[in-house]
């Protein structure tokens, strides 16, 4: 298809180093970080740099029905930003606007900014930007707008979209849309603002993000605590979250915590079944208070350890080995990452469902997991070398999936559908809410180029 | 229209006592609060118990293209749930599902539900469901999820979207889709629940909502600070909401405050041009600060009056005097309500604007206000039995959503657009992004059906 079609209109268009054509640098936009293996090579590569050139990119793209691939950092763990081939990839790396207004407490950030790059912003004015994907360092802000991503701090502050107030997104036609704005309440017209965070680029490209901010975070206080029990680290989640509202309530499981230990040689204890790393930002003695009730709760559950700081610095090094587990597991092996989440009182059926997969394939599973909203991550280790491992890691994968949709969960908590989720959508949703998805798409892209294969 | 539609198929196939046909009783169910005089009668009214009942009706009117009014308790005060000649009215009043889940901290509820019958079932569990508009003890659920409700807690704990989760809804053609569901994070497909609510009963009737809770709010406590000056009084808003998050902030204007104290006697200063409400539920003691520091914030801005308290009693006392404002208005005159909204900076111009527009046109105009969120309640009050009046208001009314969109702001923060705010929705949103709510709104109902004239 790519070579049919002649680009030398959109070059005119464009500023030349906006366009790539150059075979070896379009390879750096086939893959995102689910490196997929049935990724297309893209015809071209657009790194617009502002609303106008996105506008004349998807003009171009629309009048020769050409699929669009839109394109943050690259960091999506679902291919959701991996190319189809003869496509056009539309980069938004080269929009980094970024101006805060502490007046309203609200952010105008161009979608190419990372995660991080926004919240230094507002911390130099006092102020917060809560979502922390564990990427927040390398996954931008216009991708975190695409997935509706997560985090560490979502069991209290919530995900994505509850801080996005106004988004401009260009459309499959090239015509260019101003939702909502910088006002925290706003119920003029259907809410659209919230119908393009978590599509994935199915629908539209932002081109513009208007975020809410919150007041900087209070230093919180930390407790990690160690099980030999799984069942007993997953009884103290409950425990917790039927009460209190931590600013986190994380858990890595053995593999997890041996993997980590492998990694960073921090005095880990690899005895330990489960490890749960909770925060608490309430104020100063009342942090203390919480993350002392905390404590007796583990303890009451016979947790084998449990270690807690009121020392920013201290609780940052134990924050240090979730933040790391990816990173960790990595070293040992390619990795195939899940998401899936349950209702709270399902963690332990999918713990425990996931521990029998894991030695039925004979294959290693760890498990990170946002324990306080039920969010979690399976990790497949596979040893490249081992095509027959990896055969059986891929029947894991959909057995994990299975499992989580027999127990009401989902498939996708924060990481999006991309490509890689696509097969198993449909059990998910069922077919009228398929069909109600198709609709919108059909509605919004009539000719199906908004990343095709993806999301929806 | 409603004469030539034979309703027997009907009849016989819902219970006789679901479906009201006598001409009294349908009288009951023509208007909401908004008492639109255009407002038609219903050819028929189905009280649904279940949502294969509300399936029956969407499913006849559809085949009949009959124009279809979803209405709750009949609380709106846009005109959302005004009947449209020879409608079906479709209510949902009798749908009173009610089952709290501690361990999820989740509720599943029916549309018919008082939200204050929400927050009681859920304090039984020492759980909060935050929203709450000033209506509270006689709006329904179902339509807090239609106008996409707030309230006075909004400032610190937001609208009802960011507690929804999953929604049953009948679609136009008598469909059923399940949107979400008890998790607290799932990206699986677009974010539908999210479109659906706000929507204002345009694309479907929602029969079942899966709510998120909080754990019970913490005592408040609770600061009243009256100025002389009405700038002082905003100057403060915006120096608290720059650095605090109060879970109220609420303003009322001389005029309200009047009206209040005709009414309930409590001895507030008839004198003072501003009065704040402020409460604080961070934890004991920090509340208590936080007070202190907003007492100084109003001082340095010149506050005639501060007084505070964290008995909750008292503080109860307080909020009330704000509870009351629209009540209290009520017996001065007929009333002919705004809901526009601001960002915070231009606030101060939007209420100057509305008092040239009251001289202007020599109208009384009352405002009361979400300070903290930038939203106002901008009210006229008038003689029912001076025509010149009632058109010197109307004018005024026009003119106060044209201030309001010249200062970047919303014509309606949280009641929705209904049938009242309508004609001036394009104004707002442009020709653009009306579009594109046209578009969602002709794929998800074809031939319009689904509360024609209202919101969208």
């Known amino acids: 298809m790519s070579q049919t079609i002649d680009l030398s209109p959109l070059l005119a268009e464009l500023d030349p180093d906006q366009v790539v054509i150059d075979p070896d640098r379009v390879q750096g936009y086939r893959w995102d970080r689910a490196e997929d293996p049935a990724a297309g090579t893209p015809a071209v590569v657009v790194r617009a740099g502002s609303t106008a050139d996105v506008q004349v990119a998807m003009r171009f793209a629309a009048a020769h029905r050409m699929p669009v691939v839109p394109r943050g950092a690259g960091s999506g763990l679902s291919g959701g930003a991996s190319a189809v081939e003869g496509c056009m990839v539309i980069s938004t790396e080269r929009m980094r606007e970024l101006a805060i207004d502490p007046s309203t407490r609200t952010a105008v950030v161009g979608p190419g900014l990372m995660n991080a790059e926004v919240k230094a912003a507002a911390s130099e004015h006092g102020l917060w930007y809560p979502p922390d994907p564990s990427s927040y360092e390398f996954c931008s802000i216009g991708g975190n707008i695409a997935t509706n991503a997560g985090g560490l701090c979502c069991v209290k502050y919530g995900v994505t979209t509850d801080y996005v107030l106004g988004l401009t997104v260009v459309l499959a036609d090239g015509s260019v849309v101003r939702l909502g704005g910088p006002r925290v309440k706003d119920v003029a017209g259907l809410p659209l603002t919230k119908l393009f965070v978590g599509s994935e680029g199915t629908l539209g490209i932002v081109t513009e993000i208007v975020l809410r901010l919150l007041p900087k975070q209070r230093r919180a206080a930390t407790l990690v605590a160690t099980f030999a029990d799984l069942d007993a680290a997953i009884g103290t989640v409950l425990d917790i979250t039927a009460r209190m509202r931590p600013s986190m309530l994380e858990l890595m499981d053995a593999t997890t915590i041996g993997a980590v230990e492998d990694d960073l040689r921090m005095g880990l204890d690899r005895e330990a079944a489960a490890m749960l790393v909770i925060q608490s930002d309430e104020p100063a003695g009342t942090a203390a208070e919480e993350i002392e009730q905390i404590g007796a709760l583990c303890e009451s559950r016979g947790a084998s350890e449990v270690v807690s700081t009121d020392d920013p610095d201290e609780g940052a090094m134990f924050v240090t080995a979730r933040r790391a587990a990816l990173v960790s597991l990595e070293k040992q092996g390619r990795l195939l990452l899940e998401d899936v ?97 198709r609709k919108i798409k059909e509605a919004l892209d009539p000719f199906g180029i908004l990343n095709p294969g993806a999301g929806i």
């Open 341 to 437: 989440g349950v209702p709270l009182p399902r963690l332990g059926d999918l713990l425990a469902g996931i521990a029998d997969i894991a030695a039925a394939r004979d294959v290693t599973i760890a498990v990170v997991a946002h324990a306080g909203d039920g969010n979690t991550h399976p990790t497949l280790v596979l040893d490249p070398s081992d095509p027959a491992m990896a055969e059986r890691a891929q029947q894991a994968y959909g057995e994990i999936i299975e499992l989580t949709l027999s127990l009401g969960g989902t498939i996708s908590g924060e990481h999006g559908i991309g490509r890689l989720k696509r097969p198993w959508l449909a059990d998910q949703l069922g077919e009228d809410v398929m069909a109600l998805n």
